[in-house]
């Protein structure tokens, strides 16, 4: 069966970076278009960026664009998200997600806070 497993997550200050890492198993990893998303409390789930199945194209949203670097390793079968110039707005539990025969599949999450 699919499974998403995030992990990286942490406090960091503004300003700071974090790593998240997203190990994909149960599926053919490099033939999926993988995503991050996000929530923050009290808001909806939001898309940060997606990165095709080779991993040649990158899209982000505009609130991360130029911070954030999505990435992927199919012989790892992982998804990264490289988030520099953290703000606190970025605090939210980011998500790992791919789309597969018309399912959306997602991981348990890992919290990321940005506090000072």
């Known amino acids: 069966q699919v499974q998403l497993v995030e992990s990286g997550g942490g406090l960091v200050q503004p300003g700071g970076s974090l790593t998240l890492s997203c190990a994909a198993s149960?599926?053919?990893?490099?033939?999926?278009?993988m995503s991050w998303h996000r929530q923050a409390p009290g808001k909806e789930r939001e898309l940060v960026a997606t990165?095709?199945?080779?991993?040649?194209?990158?899209n982000y949203a505009n609130s991360v664009k130029d911070r954030f670097t999505i990435s992927r390793d199919n012989y790892k079968n992982t998804v990264y998200l490289q988030m520099n110039s953290l703000k606190p707005y970025d605090t939210a539990v980011y998500y790992c997600?791919?789309?597969?025969?018309?399912?959306?599949?997602w991981g348990q999450g890992t919290q990321v806070t940005v506090s000072s």
């Open positions: 149960g599926f053919t990893f490099n033939t999926y278009v």
């Open positions: 997600n791919v789309y597969r025969r018309g399912y959306d599949y």
């Open positions: 990165i095709s199945s080779g991993g040649s194209s990158a």
